[in-house]
């Protein structure tokens, strides 16, 4: 160890606090880590968390409810309904206001300081049965992320997000300040930002997890070096090209590009699984379908086939080129195409006759020979692979059927106008309050891509903006009856033009009118209840719906001493369901010894577990069981009492004290 480093060692050793030390140590760490090639970026603080339902009292650490500072100052006395609150500034000294009325204070936690988070229920809408609900949560994100740690950690099958394109215009908020290009330290900030979430979003990730960025020409250079930093180098998979559009009026090119940056939580993992990335070829399923409707009112192979090549000629633009060779149907009603069975390079093992079924004499053959070993080149004779001509003077052809050519490896480029997208969302909500969404179809794709099919997969979207990752996994479900489930986080944040329109009308910040005007309350829930139910907020028909379940919820911050000890489960019991899987009803009282659903279980009393056990062992359908216990002794003594395929959780008796997050310390 260097001086320099002994002498920090010997002076973080007299900070007393050990969650300050621990933090001052990674701190120090970080900004000394030796990365010559890497990317540098200034740290900035994380945002405060606020608490609402908080007491204002001595001893609390508060912020103005007005947000005129970001500054988290502590409370030293109340009376009267008045506070007198300090904040040491950065030269040290201390910033005093002896005079603030409480109402004018909100309590907030600073990095390091605990929160526990909490899930109250906005409201569900139930139209798919036993499938698992989505999860729509209004919060901010980097808490979210901390939250899902408990309940979702290691399980996510694909991240897709779509955060702030930090163009300058002032399109997201930092520490409750829109960021605009006259911020010097947009781009830090930015990194800062980006990097605190991504850090948390790896461990959520299951093994062969994938997540996917979208971005565009101002950060994407930036965030390729930060998700190397985050994810691996090794771990990158594709930089996923969108041209969306273009300007004609530009002066060097029309631009409009988007871009997907794909990483894996293990690449390595993928291979050995022997993941593949693979999309239905353009056209397939339309030219398969035209196929069936000829041969079931042509089922004659001369007449079918001339039907085939005019529809091919009529929607040459909306078919794969490669796919236009399947151009002749058999006497089976299949579509095929005939390939060259000459070998590249001359063999002399694979210089054999083959003898023409009517002639019975040698067909013509190239010099070099066959492609195929004589044993095989028996084999696909028997199958009616290999084509004859009228004699032996004509060579042989090898018959491919169009039913084998359904696949190829993912393009990286989608060239669909956005514009698109935003016409859907106006369908939709029959209003334009949101300017930007994604196309629903091409999340679509990518999910399906991403998660190699998998109609099972947990999908999470923390800057779930207008719902479309929602909307698209559920469209999946509807189209393979698949039970995939989504994980939907966004702010209610406004945009910088309305917020200021609300604030010189007047409009006090957080109240309804505000929050009203937000994007989870005026776009996010009402279209995510829109596609679902297929009935609009103002009572008119979209559709007929979707067979889907959603759960919507607030993130809040619970202060420790304002809940109650007898209200403490149901502060936390969604959490449970959702850590669970999020089927069925919640368990949100606790009662007697025990309670259960169909798929999980809470044994409130670890010392009364028997007929607990007994419950969930012969009820196959649940699959994870919590036990409330004082000691890890106690819990392993009813865990091993259940079944193998049961997920045992530990509870500790204060329950708030499970989810405990924002400590600055790593779990």
């Known amino acids: 160890m260097n001086d320099n480093r002994t002498r920090i060692e010997v002076l973080l050793r007299r900070v007393e606090d050990a969650g300050v030390r621990e933090q001052l140590r990674r701190a120090i760490d970080d900004a000394t880590e030796h990365r010559p090639l890497g990317l540098v970026f200034e740290e900035h603080m994380p945002e405060a968390i606020r608490l609402p339902t908080g ?25 009267d309904g008045r506070a007198s609150i300090t904040r040491r500034d950065v030269d040290g000294s201390i910033v005093k206001n002896d005079d603030v009325s409480v109402p004018d204070l909100v309590v907030a936690r600073r990095l390091g300081d605990p929160v526990y988070p909490g899930l109250t229920p906005l409201g569900t809408v139930e139209r798919g049965g036993e499938k698992p609900h989505h999860i729509v949560i209004e919060g901010e994100n980097f808490h979210a992320l901390q939250t899902l740690e408990y309940t979702h950690k290691g399980t996510v099958d694909l991240i897709y997000i779509d955060p702030p394109y930090n163009t300058g215009s002032g399109d997201w908020i930092y520490n409750d300040r829109y960021v605009g290009d006259a911020d010097s330290y947009r781009h830090s900030k930015w990194l800062s930002f980006m990097h605190r979430r991504l850090t948390l979003a790896r461990e959520l990730l299951s093994p062969t997890g994938v997540i996917i960025v979208a971005i565009d020409d101002n950060e994407h250079h930036r965030l390729r070096m930060l998700m190397d930093q985050v994810f691996g180098e090794r771990n990158f998979l594709t930089n996923i090209t969108w041209q969306g559009g273009g300007r004609n009026d530009a002066r060097f090119t029309s631009g409009g590009i988007d871009y997907m940056v794909a990483y894996a939580r293990s690449a390595a993992r993928l291979v050995e699984s022997d993941v593949r990335w693979l999309e239905p070829k353009r056209g397939f399923e339309e030219m398969s379908a035209e196929i069936e409707r000829i041969w079931e009112k042509t089922p004659d192979a001369e007449a079918a086939t001339k039907q085939l090549k005019k529809w091919l000629r009529d929607n040459a633009g909306s078919v794969e080129p490669g796919l236009r060779m399947y151009s002749q149907i058999d006497d089976m009603g299949r579509a095929f195409g005939s390939d060259n069975l000459a070998s590249p390079n001359p063999r002399e093992n694979l210089r054999y006759d083959v003898l023409h079924p ?32 009228p004699d032996e003077t004509t060579t042989i052809r090898y018959k491919r059927l169009l039913s084998d050519q359904r696949d ?23 209003s334009k309050d949101f300017p930007f969404p994604k196309d629903v179809d091409v999340i679509a794709r990518w999910v399906n891509i991403a998660t ?23 469209r999946l479900n509807a189209t393979d009856g698949g039970s995939r489930q989504s994980i939907m986080v966004t702010n209610n944040e406004l945009a910088e033009k309305t917020a200021k329109r609300l604030v010189k009308a007047g409009v006090e910040r957080g109240s309804a009118p505000w929050e009203a005007e937000g994007v989870f309350q005026k776009v996010t829930r009402p279209r995510i209840e829109t596609v679902v139910t297929g009935s609009r907020p103002d009572g008119s028909e979209f559709s007929d719906g979707l067979n889907e379940n959603v759960s919507f919820f607030k993130l809040e911050y619970l202060d420790r001493d304002s809940v109650e000890a007898g209200a403490a489960f149901k502060r936390v019991a969604e959490l449970l369901w959702v850590k669970a899987g999020g089927i069925g009803p919640v368990i949100t009282e606790r009662s007697g010894a025990h309670a259960a659903t169909d798929h999980y279980a809470v044994c409130f009393d670890a010392d009364r577990f028997t007929a607990f056990v007994d419950e969930v062992n012969t009820r196959e359908t649940i699959k994870v069981a919590y036990i409330v216990a004082s000691s890890e002794m106690t819990f392993g003594t009813v865990k091993r009492a259940l079944r193998e395929d049961v997920l045992a959780v530990h509870l500790y008796e204060n329950y708030l004290s499970n989810f405990e997050i924002n400590t600055g310390v790593a779990r």
């Open 452 to 474: 190699s099919n998998n109609s099972d997969a947990v999908v999470l979207d923390f800057f779930a903006g207008t719902g479309t990752t929602a909307e698209a996994v559920m």
């Open 55 to 79: 007491r204002v009292r001595r001893g609390a650490t508060v912020q103005y409810r007005d947000e005129r500072d970001n500054y988290v100052w502590d409370v030293r006395r109340v009376r």
């Open 358 to 389: 009517s002639t019975g004499r040698p067909v013509k053959r190239h010099p070099n020979g066959w492609r195929l070993s004589e044993g095989t080149m028996h084999e696909r004779i028997q199958e009616g692979r290999i084509l004859f001509g």
């Open 408 to 430: 190829q490896a993912a393009r990286p480029v989608i060239q669909v106008d956005r514009g698109g997208a935003a016409r859907h969302l106006v369908r939709v909500l029959g």
